[in-house]
């Protein structure tokens, strides 16, 4: 299985919004509506951020949000904030029964 | 609250087997409704999913590892294991367990911190 595509890096301005894209296959991110997204800040592990493409885990601010269209998924911040710096992952479930990640994007904060 | 702890050597040798456990603290490993997961990530890169244990009986691998990995449960210690074979300093890694709730969404809500496997002789 191939890793889902994502932009190495974005950056954005405090307030400003960003969003990330995480690109599949018909196979898993298109397949069905398991795409979830994980926050990693150095030196900890992934925080999930959102599940089954657009829902938040309770306790997750509702400044970040998903969604879908085709075989690419997105997450956006929207309000950026100085501790929103960290690494972004997607993750998809896949035809084979398997979890794919993407590689990754950094998000800067400038 | 659930907490999941990584524990196991430090420092593998090239060629032998890495083996890691995963304590399940605040919660019972039993249930049917979770899949107990491991993820690595080399250091500077990203995340990749190693494999997962349903106490349901059923298990799935990443294909590019599913002939060196088996992971398995021992649930009257509320734990379950890693053991990756034949390793190389391709495997040297952060290790990861989680648990992934599909009974009601999918992703991994809960994660241990990680612990560093270092391959070298």
């Known amino acids: 299985q191939s890793a889902l595509t994502q932009p190495a890096s974005v950056s954005g301005s405090p307030g400003q919004s960003i969003t990330i894209s995480c690109t599949g296959t018909s196979s898993d991110v298109g397949g069905q509506n398991y795409v979830s997204w994980y926050q990693q800040h150095p030196g900890k592990a992934p925080k999930l951020m959102i599940y089954d493409v657009i829902n938040r885990p309770s306790g997750v601010s509702n400044r970040f949000s998903g969604s879908k269209s085709g075989n690419t998924a997105s997450l956006t911040i929207s309000g950026l904030q100085a501790e929103d710096e960290a690494d972004y992952y997607c993750?998809?479930?896949?035809?084979?029964?398997?979890?794919?990640f993407g590689g990754g994007t950094k998000l800067t904060v400038l | 609250q659930l907490q999941l702890q990584e524990s196991g050597p430090g420092l593998v040798k090239p060629s032998q087997t890495l083996s890691l456990t995963c304590t399940v603290s605040?919660?019972?490993?039993?249930?049917?409704?979770?899949?107990w997961t491991w993820i690595r990530q080399p250091a500077g890169k990203g995340l990749e999913w190693i494999g997962r244990f349903s106490t349901g009986g059923s298990t799935n691998y990443n294909p590019s590892l599913k002939s060196r990995v088996t992971i398995s449960v021992e649930t009257s210690k509320n734990q379950f294991s890693l053991n990756l074979r034949s390793v190389t300093a391709a495997d040297t890694a952060v290790y990861y367990c989680?648990?992934?709730?599909?009974?009601?969404?999918?992703?991994?809500?809960?994660w241990g911190q990680g612990t560093t496997v270092t391959v070298s002789s």
């Open positions: 989680a648990r992934f709730p599909w009974a009601a969404y999918y992703g991994m809500d809960v």
């Open positions: 605040g919660g019972s490993i039993s249930s049917a409704s979770y899949h």
């Open positions: 993750s998809s479930y896949t035809s084979s029964s398997t979890l794919v």
